[in-house]
T-cell receptor, first 108, second 113 residues
Framework: KNEVEQSPQNLTAQEGEFITINCSYSVGISALHWLQQHPGGGIVSLFMLSSGKKKHGRLIATINIQEKHSSLHITASHPRDSAVYIC??????????FGPGTRLSVLP | NAGVTQTPKFQVLKTGQSMTLQCAQDMNHNSMYWYRQDPGMGLRLIYYSASEGTTDKGEVPNGYNVSRLNKREFSLRLESAAPSQTSVYFCASEIGESGNTIYFGEGSWLTVV
């Protein structure tokens, strides 16, 4: 069993739809990160959260420490949201364990 | 403010050739990392450096060496490239305290033929 799992692996949505990507982890963590990787591009950090909820524009991230689960929501999705979304948790306080990523395609 | 800069962006090598991937950050971060990303797999840690002068093996270190030249720079060397090292390589850095934002370079696409 992988230490960090994501679902779904692939997701296709129509523009305007509400999207949810899930992340479950088995390691103890201090904070969980959500990353975004555009096709052929680099990786950027979207959120870092250790409790509750964070919101940035149309993106909302939540975490439930007791259940070891986090979700990334995208409201009013747009084709430019098409990317791979990766959750990552620190291990031993220094390096990270990454989920396999969720590939999102938003169709116009 | 450039963030994390890695070079080259693309490289094709023949089996057995050597090369060095360069990485530099201008954020005064203590921790730096080299990852590889392969289709269908998550990012895997090759080596990391928690501070200047220290390096440690990650999950997949075989076939690689690293140098933390100074606080800014962390290079990854392939001494004798193999086709299994065809991958996308990412350098990353963070300040070094648990729970801080991690910053990635743009990636280096390496093909070994």
């Amino acid at each position: 069993k992988n230490e960090v799992e994501q679902s779904p692996q692939n997701l296709t949505a129509q523009e305007g739809e509400f999207i949810t990507i899930n992340c479950s982890y088995s390691v103890g963590i201090s904070a969980l990160h959500w990353l975004q990787q555009h096709p052929g591009g680099g990786i950027v950090s979207l959120f870092m959260l250790s409790s509750g909820k964070k919101k940035h524009g149309r993106l909302i991230a939540t975490i439930n420490i007791q259940e070891k689960h986090s979700s990334l929501h995208i409201t009013a999705s747009h084709p430019r949201d098409s990317a791979v979304y990766i959750c990552a948790v620190p291990r031993y306080g220094q390096n990270f364990v990454f989920g396999p990523g969720t590939r999102l395609s938003v169709l116009p | 403010n450039a963030g994390v800069t890695q070079t080259p962006k693309f490289q094709v090598l023949k089996t057995g050739q050597s090369m060095t991937l360069q990485c530099a950050q201008d954020m005064n971060h203590n921790s730096m990392y080299w990852y590889r990303q392969d289709p269908g797999m998550g990012l895997r840690l090759i080596y990391y450096s928690a501070s200047e002068g220290t390096t440690d093996k990650g999950e997949v270190p075989n076939g690689y060496n690293v140098s933390r030249l100074n606080k800014r720079e962390f290079s990854l060397r392939l001494e004798s490239a193999a086709p299994s090292q065809t991958s996308v390589y990412f350098c990353a850095s963070e300040i070094g305290e648990s729970g801080n934002t991690i910053y990635f370079g743009e990636g280096s696409w390496l093909t070994v033929v």
